[in-house]
C-alpha cells in the first residue's frame, strides 16, 4: 500500500555531486525509519544512511562526511546528498521505509568514472 520510486541518479566524475531522491506515494516516513542501501555488482547489500522516527541519522563509515540524510514529511520524501563520490561508490541505491513491513524502491543507479 506504500510505493517509494527513487530519482536523481545518474554518470558522475569522481569528486562530483548527486542528490537522490526517495518520494512515498503517502505519508509515511515522519512514523517510521527509512534507510539509504546500496549494492555493487559481486557484494552483499550495504546500508548507507538512516533516518530514524526520532530525527537521528547514522552513516557508513565509508561514507561519513561526504552523504547526508535528510527527510520532507510535507513532501513524502527523503534525500540523500552525495558528495565528493568515489568509484566505489558505483551501485544501485535503493531506500526502505520500516513500518509493519518494509517497502523498498526500485532502485536508481549510481557510476561514478575515474
Known amino acids: 500500500q506504500v510505493q517509494l520510486v527513487e530519482s536523481g541518479g545518474g554518470l558522475v566524475q569522481a569528486g562530483g555531486s548527486l542528490r537522490l531522491s526517495c518520494a512515498a506515494s503517502?505519508?509515511?516516513?515522519?512514523?517510521?525509519?527509512v534507510g539509504w542501501y546500496r549494492q555493487a555488482p559481486g557484494k552483499q547489500r550495504e546500508l548507507v544512511a538512516t533516518?530514524?522516527?526520532?530525527?537521528?541519522?547514522n552513516y557508513a563509515d565509508s561514507v561519513k562526511g561526504r552523504f547526508t540524510i535528510s527527510r520532507d514529511n510535507a513532501k513524502n520524501t527523503v534525500y540523500l546528498q552525495m558528495n565528493s563520490l568515489k568509484p566505489e561508490d558505483t551501485a544501485i541505491y535503493y531506500c526502505?521505509?520500516?513500518?509493519?513491513?518494509?517497502?523498498w524502491g526500485q532502485g536508481t543507479q549510481v557510476t561514478v568514472s575515474s
Open positions: 526502505c521505509v520500516r513500518g509493519y513491513v518494509s517497502y
Open positions: 503517502r505519508s509515511i516516513f515522519s512514523g517510521n525509519n
Open positions: 533516518f530514524t522516527s526520532g530525527g537521528t541519522t
